[in-house]
C-alpha cells in the first residue's frame, strides 16, 4: 500500500501476521508522517524513499512494535527512529 500526503499524519499499521512493504510516495516539502507497527512478530518495510539528496531510493525496515517519524525536506526522506 501508499503512504502520501493524503495520509494521516499518525498510522498504526498492523501487518497482519506477515512482513507488509509499505511504498512512500514523494511528501510535500515539510511534510511528516508517523508510523508505529503494532504487531509483535511482522515487520514493515518502507520502500521508494529517496535519499542521498534525491539520487538514490533505499528501504527502511520498522520493527515490531517501533514508531518512526518520516520527514520530506525536498530532496530526501529522513527517517528518524522514536523508540
Known amino acids: 500500500f501508499n503512504l502520501n500526503s493524503s495520509s494521516n ?29 503494532v504487531s509483535l512478530t511482522n515487520t514493515i518495510a518502507l520502500s521508494n524513499m529517496v535519499t542521498n539528496n534525491g539520487n538514490s531510493v533505499y ?16 530532496d530526501d526522506h529522513h527517517v528518524i527512529a522514536l523508540d
Open 9 to 37: 499524519l499518525f498510522n498504526f499499521i498492523d501487518p497482519n501476521n506477515v512482513d507488509r512493504s509499505m511504498n512512500i510516495v514523494l511528501f510535500g516539502t515539510g511534510e511528516t508522517r508517523y508510523i508505529k507497527n
Open 59 to 74: 528501504p527502511y525496515t520498522i520493527n515490531p512494535t517501533k514508531t518512526v517519524r518520516i520527514i520530506f525536506d525536498g
